[in-house]
């Protein structure tokens, strides 16, 4: 068995997950794998396959995990010959046929990128963020808590959530870490925070979605794009880094970023030009 690291751009994806007749993650890694002989066209999956979670729909991942039974050859370099350059196996590890790549995490890392302009209104409109209300609605989320009012799951809705925030220009870097993440929850409490510290709500709020009533509207998820699966931590697997792929990687996710500053660039340009 070999564990892959894997890093996405997850804005051209379903989520990672295969769907029928959309294009995912997943779904991707499968059609590489077939293209190398490594899982024959009649197979649904790789022998032993789990992946460590299943992020959504345009969610991206630096430490996205999958893991199955494949021959030696098989490097995160030579995945990549048949990958598109918004996927990327950058890392890999020899595992014990008996690890499970979703079940075996002790701890997984989410990183959301919040735009929020300190002193004057946002591009978007919305008002300026205050840093230590920020801070206090986290500290208030932070625990172990039911977030049945920030999850659609009915289930599995008590969970114990570490997290911290930094300040970056204009954007608050807000790091999430748990056991496991209820579905929208990571989201959800990001937007709660944004709420909280421009003042639309008050940390009582918070208190009530922490409660055992049901608060009715929920707060809706945050958007997608801002989020990336940051770390997922296995006891006693080292991964080591494959010095090609990461290079072509670094190269291939810094094309898209420069791609993504000249669009931004160019918005800017017209957004100021409409308000003159």
Known sequence: MRAFRVAYDGRDFYGFQRQPDVPTVEAT?????????????????????????????????LAQTVA????????PRALN??????????????????????????RREYTYYLYAPKHTESLDGRPPVDDERARAALERLCGSNDFRNLTPDETGTRRGVSARLTRRGAFLEIEFAAGGFAREL?????SVIQHVATGEQ???????????????????????????????????????????????????????????????????????GVDQ
Not at 85 to 101: E, K, L, M, N, P
Request: with cysteine; charged share 25%.
């Open 29 to 61: 890694v499968f059609d590489a794998l077939r293209s190398l002989s490594v899982l024959s066209a009649d197979a649904a999956k790789p022998s032993g396959y789990a992946a460590a979670g299943r992020t959504d729909r345009g969610v991206s991942a």
């Open 68 to 75: 199955f039974e494949c021959p030696d050859w098989l490097t």
């Open 81 to 106: 010959s048949e990958l598109p350059g918004t996927i990327r196996a950058w890392a890999s590890a020899d595992v014990d046929d008996s690890f499970h790549a979703t079940h075996d995490a002790v």
């Open 186 to 190: 990571v989201r959800r409490l990001v």
């Open 202 to 272: 008050t940390l009582e709020w918070i208190d009530a979605l922490l409660g055992p009533s049901t608060v009715d509207p929920r707060p809706p998820p945050a958007p997608p794009e801002p989020l990336v699966l940051s770390e997922v931590v296995y006891p006693g697997v080292g991964f080591e880094r494959d010095p090609g792929a990461t290079k072509r990687a670094r190269r291939a996710f810094g094309n898209r970023a420069v791609e993504s500053l000249t669009a931004g660039r160019l918005l800017r340009s017209v957004s100021d």
